[in-house]
């Protein structure tokens, strides 16, 4: 399959009813697949991966991440992953659409506060102590006895227990590292709102003080507060974000180099290969070989 026909995977294709929400063992789908890697995919719902035990690599938009015991993996609609294990791995699968959450008022809010969640830039797994994996052990417990011992209000009873294992991973995220709730919903407030503006204007605005103008804020103090929150300044976030796009681009249509760089918001296409090369080693055109030839 030519890498621009990367496959995504739609929710109804992973149920056989009409459910939001999809619960499964992590050894069924080894075993499903006799043990071999998916290729690179993307999904129209999100995923969480919780592996309790398991070896092997994780990779999502480009970013290789070692899978571990003990470990939570979050996946957003539209992002291109592929999980390749080195063995049988034990754990869970959560698979879940924008409907369901909707359906049981489980908030934008929630998902953006759990940094790990990114549509773009890096995307680590949250790491888990012993104490901490058996409190996603019995919510998973739950899930998996209310999917399939309740007639009636199975999906409130499965909202109700992901909003907490959602609740739990927000918790046990260590990329916050302030105690002052106030302080904390504010820089939350603006983390998201510069967030949501990138995804908005990175076509065509590309300095932090194009977001800080309109947050009202400095650029210094912007940089300063992303910064304390994702461990990344917001310059690196623009910058990852339109890199992000343009590889995805490359990878998924036949746009020359030109007119990407121009869709970007670049002046000039050698401005856009110059930034792409110094971000990746590669030029656009050499990316885009390399990886529909890997």
Not at 100 to 125: A, C, E, R
Not at 139 to 154: A, D, P, R, T, V
Not at 184 to 198: A, D, G, K, M
Request: proline share 3%; glycine share 4%.
């Amino acid at each position: 399959m030519a890498h621009n026909q990367i496959k995504t995977y739609s929710f109804v294709d992973s149920v056989t009813d009409n459910s939001m929400f999809l619960l499964k063992r992590m050894e069924d789908i080894y075993f499903n697949g006799n043990g071999e890697s998916d290729s690179p995919h993307r999904h129209d719902y999100y995923a969480i991966i919780l592996v309790e035990k398991g070896s092997g690599v994780h990779y999502v938009d480009f970013q290789k991440y070692d899978i571990e015991d003990c470990s939570v993996y979050f996946i957003l609609p539209g992002q291109m992953h592929q999980v390749v294990l080195n063995q049988m791995p034990k754990g869970w699968v959560l698979a879940f659409t924008s409907e369901f959450l909707i359906s049981n008022s489980i908030s934008d809010k929630l998902i953006n506060d759990i940094y790990l969640f990114n549509h773009y830039g890096q995307s680590p797994p949250l790491p888990l102590s012993s104490s901490q994996m058996v409190i996603y052990q019995g919510l998973i417990s739950q899930m998996e006895h209310f999917s399939i011992s309740l007639k009636n209000y199975s999906s409130e009873a499965l909202g109700a227990l992901l909003k907490l294992f959602l609740i739990q991973s927000n918790n046990h995220c260590n990329l916050v590292k302030h105690n002052n709730p106030q302080f904390i919903e504010t820089t939350n407030h603006l983390l998201r709102s510069f967030r949501q503006l990138l995804d908005l204007h990175y076509k065509s605005k590309h300095k932090v003080s194009d977001y800080a103008d309109m947050l009202a804020v400095t650029a210094d103090y912007l940089n300063k507060i992303v910064k304390s929150i994702t461990g990344k300044p917001a310059k690196e976030h623009i910058q990852s974000k339109i890199l992000v796009e343009a590889k995805r681009t490359l990878l998924f249509s036949n746009i020359s180099s030109k007119e990407l760089s121009y869709e970007l918001g670049f002046d000039e296409s050698a401005h856009f290969n110059n930034f792409f090369k110094k971000s990746t080693g590669f030029t656009p055109t050499e990316f885009r070989s390399s990886i529909r030839l890997s």
